[in-house]
C-alpha cells in the first residue's frame, strides 16, 4: 500500500483557520484554546504575588515556611499566571499511523490536528514545541519556542519519509517519559495517537504526567478499526511477519473484532477521566477543524461551569 504522507503546504495553511480555536493575540483569554488551561498552575511559568492564610485544600508545597515559623500561622504562597505557556504537541508518527480507509492515513490527520491546534498556541502568544514518537530511530525533540521554529520544523519532518519498520509497545511509554522529565512545568501538552498499542503502566505515567502538567489526548481512529468490510476471506499480515486468515462474512467474528476496539477505547476514556484529562476523538472521514472546534468548546464550557 502506498503511503500517504502530510502536505506541507496543506499544513502552512492550516493556521488561518486556526484563528477560530485561538482568537487574536490581544484578546488570548478569549480563545478556545484557553479553555484547555487550567486556572491552577504548578510549579514554574508563574510570578509571585502575595501570601496569605493557609486554606483547606490548598497545596502544601506552595507552603510559606518563614512567615508560617513567624507568625506560628500556616501562610501560603500565592502566584499569578503567566499569560505565556508552554505547548507541547506530543505526535505519534509510528508506522501504524500509516493507515486509512477512509479519506485520508491516520498520519496525515494527526498532521492536520498538530497544525491546527499549534498555530492556536502561536497566536495565543503561547511557546510552542513538539515531540514526535513512533520512529525507530528515536525521538525526536523540538523545544518550545516563541518564534514558530519549532513548530514549522515539526511540520516539515512529518511531510518527510515515515518509518516502515514494525512498531514497539514502549513507543508512548518512552515518550511519555521524556515529558514528565524534560518538560517546563505547567505545560499544556496534547498527545495525538490512535492509541492502539497495550495500554499497560498506560494509566501510572499518565498520572505521573497530569500531576505536572495539564494533558489532552486526541485518538485518531478509521472506521475500520472497528468494523471490517465483508470480504470473505481474507489473508492479513502482522507487524512482526506472521500471516492470519480470517472470514470477514463473519458475523460473530466481526463482533467480536468491534467490541475489542470498544473496550480498548473506554479503557482510555475511563483512565483518562479518572485522571482529569479529556478526550477528543477525530476520525480519518472527519473535518479537522470542525471537530476540533466542537470539543473545544465542550470543554471550554465544562471547565467553566
Not at 477560530?20 to 509571585?48: D, E, I, K, W
Not at 486509512?100 to 511557546?127: C, E, H, M, P, Y
Not at 492502539?196 to 497530569?210: A, K, P, T, Y
Request: charged share 25%; proline share 3%; glycine share 6%.
Amino acid at each position: 500500500m502506498k503511503v500517504l504522507l502530510p502536505d506541507l503546504d496543506d499544513l502552512l495553511e492550516l493556521r488561518h483557520q486556526a484563528h477560530t480555536l485561538g482568537l487574536a493575540s490581544r484578546h488570548p483569554v478569549n480563545s478556545l484554546l484557553c479553555g484547555l488551561y487550567q486556572s491552577v498552575f504548578r510549579g514554574q511559568g508563574m510570578n509571585f504575588d502575595e501570601v496569605r492564610e493557609y486554606q483547606e485544600g490548598d497545596e502544601i508545597r506552595n507552603m510559606d515556611w518563614r512567615v508560617t515559623a513567624r507568625t506560628n500561622v500556616p501562610h501560603l504562597k500565592v502566584f499569578k499566571e503567566e499569560r505565556q505557556r508552554s505547548v507541547l504537541l506530543c505526535v505519534d508518527i509510528g508506522s501504524h499511523m500509516q493507515f486509512g480507509t477512509r479519506n485520508t492515513f491516520k498520519l496525515v490527520q494527526a498532521a492536520r490536528i498538530s497544525a491546527l491546534l499549534g498555530w492556536a498556541a502561536s497566536a495565543s502568544q503561547d511557546r510552542v514545541g513538539a515531540l514526535l514518537f513512533g520512529d525507530p530511530n528515536g525521538l525526536r525533540y523540538f523545544p518550545p519556542s516563541s518564534s514558530r521554529r519549532s513548530l514549522w520544523q515539526m511540520l516539515r519532518s512529518m511531510t518527510e519519509a515515515a518509518p516502515k519498520q514494525k512498531n514497539s509497545s514502549h513507543y508512548l511509554a518512552d515518550a511519555m517519559e521524556k515529558l514528565i522529565h524534560g518538560t517546563a512545568i505547567g505545560s499544556l501538552i496534547l498527545i495525538i495517537s490512535d492509541f492502539s498499542q497495550d495500554l499497560v503502566n498506560f494509566e501510572q505515567i499518565l498520572g505521573r504526567l497530569q500531576q505536572k502538567h495539564e494533558v489532552v489526548l486526541f485518538p485518531v481512529d478509521d472506521k475500520a478499526d472497528y468494523e471490517i468490510p465483508a470480504m470473505g476471506r481474507v489473508v492479513f499480515a502482522t507487524g512482526t511477519g506472521i500471516e492470519l486468515e480470517l472470514d470477514t462474512d463473519n458475523r460473530a467474528g466481526c463482533a467480536q473484532y468491534r467490541q475489542q476496539w470498544q473496550q480498548q477505547r473506554q479503557r482510555l476514556e475511563m483512565i483518562a477521566k479518572r485522571l482529569g484529562a479529556d478526550v477528543i476523538p477525530v476520525s480519518t472521514e472527519q473535518n479537522v477543524h470542525q471537530v476540533l472546534l466542537q470539543g473545544l468548546r465542550k470543554r471550554a464550557y465544562r471547565v467553566g461551569r
